[in-house]
């Protein structure tokens, strides 16, 4: 075990927990980081800091970043949330928020930097996903070529790497992998449009990758729905 810092982005949803969990099982001391961004509801927020808390980070930083200013996606502005859409359409969904990965890596990146951090985790898949473009193998490679040009840490030969553990893992793969290294899913949440209680809704496409993944395993969905 090492007690090198790594920057975790952590979002409260069952993916970014089960990355900090590798992240520590890995050996890392984890930085966490998580975005106020001008989302719909908060509820993924509180999660955050319960899965950071149950995880024992030392660490936990929450940046504000207004991207309804922005709108263009069914999480920052007042367009409706798909439900029960059909997963194998192909295009990509208003739910996805134009950039936002690119703008975490960024200040992930500076973090790094001010925190002498060589590594970034995010928890980003490839197989179960919504289709959104910077969730790709490819995106992430590139983004840590620019990490090496945009740095003074990669000017001077001392390159950041990005980890995406998760990258190639369905999602029962990535709920067995966090049970075997002790998540509490039950602290997690992932819905893309919960009621004011913070309950899932059961029909957007984060909520039937979650319940599917569930079911797959033969295992309830601890979060609570409506």
């Known amino acids: 075990m090492t007690t090198r810092p790594a920057i975790v982005l952590l979002s409260g949803g069952l993916d970014s927990a089960t990355t900090l969990a590798i992240a520590r099982a890995d050996g890392f001391a984890p930085i966490a980081l998580s975005f106020r961004y001008g989302q719909r509801h908060a509820c993924e927020l509180d999660a955050a800091r319960r899965v950071a808390r149950a995880a024992g980070v030392g ?6 970043i207004d991207l309804r200013a ?9 367009l409706a949330v798909p439900k029960d859409r059909d997963l194998a359409a192909g295009e990509i969904p208003i739910t996805y928020v134009p950039a936002r990965n690119t703008i975490f890596l960024a200040f992930a990146l500076a973090l790094a930097e001010v ?5 970034i985790f995010i928890g980003v898949s490839a197989v179960d996903f919504s289709g959104y473009p910077d969730c790709r193998p490819e995106y992430l ?4 070529r620019l990490a090496v040009l945009a740095t003074k840490v990669g000017v001077e030969g001392r390159p ?7 990258l190639h893992l369905c999602k029962p793969e990535i709920i067995r992998r966090g049970l075997a290294l002790g998540v ?8 893309y449009d919960p009621d004011p ?11 039937r990758l979650r319940r599917g ?14």
Do not use: K, M, N, W
């Not at 660490?59 to 504000?64: A, S, T």
């Not at 925190?115 to 590594?119: F, P, V």
């Not at 490679?141 to 840590?144: C, D, G, R």
């Not at 797959?216 to 979060?223: E, I, R, S």
């Open 197 to 207: 209680a913070g309950r899932a809704c059961g029909h957007c496409d984060s909520c």
């Open 141 to 144: 490679a590139a983004f840590e």
């Open 213 to 226: 993944a569930f079911a797959t395993l033969g295992l309830p969905d601890p979060a609570p729905y409506q």
């Open 115 to 119: 925190r002498s951090a060589a590594d």
């Open 160 to 166: 950041l790497r990005i980890h995406a553990p998760l």
């Open 70 to 78: 922005l709108g263009g996606s069914a999480l920052t502005s007042d």
């Open 59 to 64: 660490e936990h930083r929450f940046v504000d």
């Open 184 to 191: 509490d899913y039950g602290l997690t949440r992932s819905c």
